[in-house]
């Protein structure tokens, strides 16, 4: 009969406290979930069930362990004679196979795996049963190969990729970094009883560490510990797989960013330093693929070439849906859009896991706190991005950043609402808890009755709710029915939305404003925006055949003003045209941009054209383009001009306002939008 460590502890428990242990017990000596220990009860007994023991749980008492008292001592002496296991659950113990065998060469018979995870012969079956289809969708196949045992045959890419993501799972961010730290060079003799860590050489260990730490600092400075840790596991086990000589295969479609082969090369030139061994070019290629993973800090400017502008508008599209899907606002929070596009870029590259993830209880705890936000950005994600699945770890951290910002940003924080009720108790309870649910943006309510209203103090209140006109009251009130209808839920989220900048703008007054950076910086900023407001333009333009002959004519009409060399600004505009989509979706116009060498001044404008062009959208629909946006910058661009220029292309799709103006708005509207945009940018520098 076989337990796990976790199904023993509750066991033990059970049998030490006979009249019952409560459901809080076992959650805080488990350090486990409500979720986790039901399905842990569950599994427990449909084990015991050939003993004719039970648990049950009376109601309002703990869970208690019911049987003959011959039939309890069987229980006893099986767990006391059960061996203790190396993992504490079956995707661990899954993980752990599928990583001893694909680090050996040789084959392993199922009679050896039993008695190296002290499990019996039908447990390993069963692990390999679950184990082979994963293994398949990433093109791997488990081998049972007649009278010689098991293996794992594939690629050199996809058992590395697994590799590293199985022992990174593995292996907790503490115990990681206090076990390479305390490696003292090459050649340290370290022991460690994690079997994951068990896989990797102290000295690539040693080496990976001294490697990526000795890379120029801008490109890990932004890291976070999990994923510097994930890079360092990545890198030594390359070091170990290299050495004996298994090299990832060469790939014709391969072409990682050229900023990650940069610092891929690199760190692959230090390896074949200190290793004394030959790197392949597909060894680098691989590792730059790795690192496009990581998410440090990269500048977000529609001018780098690298810049991904259907991401980037997908991003806007994922702040929109979880917004609209939470009650909350965070559209206007810029550095959660900024962090992201920064995550999302690496969390679309990272390799999945062969297995499925063991469930992270730091994240499970904050999507428990926030769950109607949870709802929201899973929705949310499933919406904007319907061809990734993510995991539930990588949810967690997109939730993650959507709880920041309610905490960065005071106004986001719930509010204190007060209810005056004259129906009955029942259906106050209903009204409060259809608020709860529909309206995460109110924290706190108070329900009260008419003949209650002269003991209250209604200062406390962000917003008071009636469900009957009060005549002579004075202060600001919303009426409602009872049941709250869902016409009612939407007026609410209005009004409260029209509550928030008055907060904001109380809450920004408090704030202690430091000086901008020098006078010169202040007059660029304030030069830059005037000059591209003297000379905005919004007119109508004759369009060629084509797109690109069109905006050859644009840029022709520049020549000498704006632009030295109209030919080559044209050949760079079409360029950024052709290698992303800028079509702003359900919208008739699309930015074009450029930044380089021949531009001379900072320049915008806006032409309708008489003919309309078919092009694709940033969502990858086509749309019907009459209307062109042409932004051109300098290379290189003064910081002054990078906040400036960035304002107008963050402002496209920004807010359905902005893109409105865009669409339809004459010389004025777009006009009194720029200045209002470059005024916000001014008293922000």
Known sequence: MYFSVREKKILALLIAYPDGVLLEQLQEELNVSKRTVYREVSSIEKTIKPLDVQIIKPRGAGYRLVGESINLDKLKTEIEENKEELFTDNVQRQGAIVTTLLMVDEEETIEGLSLDFQV????????????????????????????????????????????GNLIFNGVNEYEFFQFIDHLEGPDTEAVTDNFFLKQLTPHSLYLARDILYHIPQYSVKEVTDNQLQRILILL?????????????EEEQDSSPKPESMQIASQIMVKVATTCGHSILAQEVRFFAYQLEGINYKKPQNIFIDHFDVELSYQIKELIRVVSENSGLEFRKDEQLFNDMLTHMSAALKRSLTVLPNMVNPLLQKIQEKYSTLTDAVTNGLAEVFPDYNFTHDELGYVVIHFATSLERHPSGKGLFVLVLCSS??????????????????????????????????????????????????????????????DEEIQELRAYIHDLRPETERM????????????????????????????????????????????????????????????????????????????????????????????????????????????????????????RILLLLAPDPMKEAQKGILGKISSSVIESDLNTEIYKFGNHELVYQLLSSLFIKEIKES
Do not use: W
């Open 120 to 163: 019996s012969t039908s447990t390993i079956v069963s692990d390999l049963q679950a184990i082979e289809q994963s293994l398949e969708d990433y093109r791997l196949q488990l081998l049972r190969l007649k009278g010689r045992g098991i293996k794992i045959a594939g690629r050199e890419k996809e058992k590395r990729q697994i590799l």
């Open 236 to 248: 030594a086990l390359s070091i170990d797989r290299i050495r004996q000589e298994k090299f990832v």
């Open 424 to 485: 009955g108790i029942g259906t106050a309870r209903i009204l409060e808890s259809r608020i709860k649910k529909y309206m995460p943006e109110i924290q706190q309510i108070q329900v009260a009755k008419i003949s209650e209203m002269n003991r209250l103090n209604f200062k406390q209140y962000d917003l008071i709710l009636a469900t009957l006109f009060l005549p002579e009251f004075t202060l600001p009130y919303k009426v409602i029915s009872p049941l709250l209808l």
């Open 507 to 626: 809450a920004q007054e408090e704030l202690v404003q430091e000086p901008g950076d020098t006078f010169d910086d202040l007059y660029e900023t304030m030069r830059t925006a005037n000059h591209l407001l003297n000379q905005l333009q919004v007119k109508p333009f004759a369009a060629e055949e084509t797109v690109e002959l069109t905006l050859e004519k644009i840029v022709n009409e520049l020549e000498g003003t704006v632009v030295s060399n109209a030919e080559y600004v044209t050949q760079k505009v079409i360029d950024r045209y052709i290698v992303a989509p800028i079509g702003v979706p359900n919208t008739n116009f699309a930015l074009f941009h450029s930044a380089n060498k021949c531009v001379m001044e900072p320049f915008f404008a806006i032409y309708d054209l008489d003919k309309a062009f078919s092009i694709l959208g940033m969502d990858k629909k086509s749309i019907k383009l009459t």
